[in-house]
Structures are given as C-alpha cells and as structure tokens.
C-alpha cells in the first residue's frame, strides 16, 4: 500500500463538538480527497485538494471544511457535529495526470451521539 | 458533475461461475475507469482500470470492457473464488482533472 494513514480510526463524538480527521501521505501526491461511504450510497467524495491551500467542494461537502497546509496533509473538520455525520471516511490521494491510481487510507469510523 | 450509476447492488453466485457488474456514466470527458475491491473492514483497493482509448484489459480472471459511445464500462470476474467475495465498486474521472467519482458498490458473494 501507498504510504497513506488516517487518524484517529475510531471516534465517537457529541452532537455539537467540532471534530478533525487527519490524513497523511508520504507519496508526495498532487491530489488528496475526502469520502464518506454509507450503506447504500457507495463512496461520496466531500472535499478533494489538488495542491497545497487549493481545495474544492466535492458532492456532500455541507458541515464540513479542509485544510492542506502541507503537500503531506489534509485534515477534514466537522465545524459542528451531527448524528447525520455519523459515517466511515476515508482519505485518499494520488499523483495526478498519468498518475491516475487512487490510493486510500484505512479508514476513520467515526460516531455522533 | 459527473453521475456513476452501478448494477446490481448484491450478486451472488455459485463458485466457479462467473460475476459481472456493470457501470454507466455521463460524463463523455471522463477517460479514465477504476474499478476498486473493498474486503469486509479494508479500504478499497484498485484492482483493474482502463482507459478510453482501450475496449477491453484483462488481468488473470478480471476483465474489463468499455463501450465509449454507450458510456458504459462493466467488470467480468470468471471462475469465481470464496475469497472474491467483497464490495466492488466502479469509478469515472477525467485523468488530468481532479475529481473520482464513485458507483454505489455491488456486494459480490461467492458461495462455495
């Protein structure tokens, strides 16, 4: 596996709690993403990253910011949690251009109680 | 966007026999198609993709064949196994852009 983590891997949070989700990549790819995958609903991409402080809105990006200050990293913030953010997210990143295989971290369950 | 619609959303079938899943898209600019295996608790790995100046790829017992003018792109598992039994999802994406986006998944089981 490309050399792609997510911390924490478990979380269970209060309703109204702010919550960061890291991920780190030591591939030095150009892109990075951020999925949430429900039953039903297969992966849904929130936010992708395509170069350090360059982020856009995915398809569910509502409640939820990024960050990448660093090629390395891109943290999802969930500003104030909801039961409806209770989900698995994964992280993913690749190359770009010819580069085109996405590689994903293991995944972060996280719970909104 | 782009939309990835996936069928079917459960398979099963008889080991030995063979599996296929299918994708659309509606995007005509996205040229690239991954298909990724996630085992039950595991991240989704790559297992084949294509690209759209290819009809079809093989790789052992997987295949992958794409129809640009229908924008649709279907996996073939032969001589299926127990251990391909997991959820098999298909993407789209223009490879000098940004975005993957995803099918719903189609949770494969193999019965031995």
């Known amino acids: 596996d490309a050399g792609i983590t997510q911390s924490p891997r478990h979380k269970v949070t209060e309703t109204g709690t702010p919550v960061t989700l890291r991920c780190h990549q030591t591939?030095?790819?150009?892109?990075m993403y951020w999925y949430r995958q429900d039953p039903g609903h297969g992966l849904r991409l929130i936010h992708y990253?395509?170069?350090?402080?360059?982020?856009d809105k995915g398809e569910v990006s509502d409640g939820y910011s990024v960050s990448r200050s660093k090629t390395e990293d891109f943290l999802l913030t969930l500003e104030s949690a909801t039961s409806s953010q209770t989900s698995v997210y994964f992280c993913?990143?690749?190359?770009?251009?010819?580069?085109?295989?996405?590689?994903f971290g293991q995944g972060t369950r996280l719970t909104v109680v | 966007g782009e939309n990835v619609e996936q069928h079917p959303s459960t398979l099963s079938v008889q080991e030995g026999d063979s599996a296929v899943i299918k994708c659309t898209y509606s995007d005509s600019a996205s040229n690239y198609f991954p298909w990724y295996k996630q085992e039950l608790g595991k991240r989704p790995q790559l297992i084949i993709d294509?690209?759209?100046?290819?009809g079809e790829k093989k790789d052992q017992r997987i295949a992958v064949t794409l129809n640009k003018t229908a924008k649709h792109f279907s996996l073939h598992i032969t001589e299926t196994q127990p251990e391909d039994s997991a959820v098999y999802f298909c993407?789209?994406?223009?490879?000098?852009?940004?975005?993957?986006?995803f099918g719903t998944g189609t949770s494969l089981t193999v019965i031995p």
């Open positions: 591939e030095n790819h150009r892109y």
């Open positions: 993407a789209a994406s223009i490879s000098s852009g940004n975005q993957f986006y």
């Open positions: 294509i690209r759209s100046n290819v």
């Open positions: 990253s395509y170069g350090v402080k360059d982020t």
């Open positions: 993913a990143s690749r190359g770009g251009m010819k580069n085109t295989e996405a590689f």
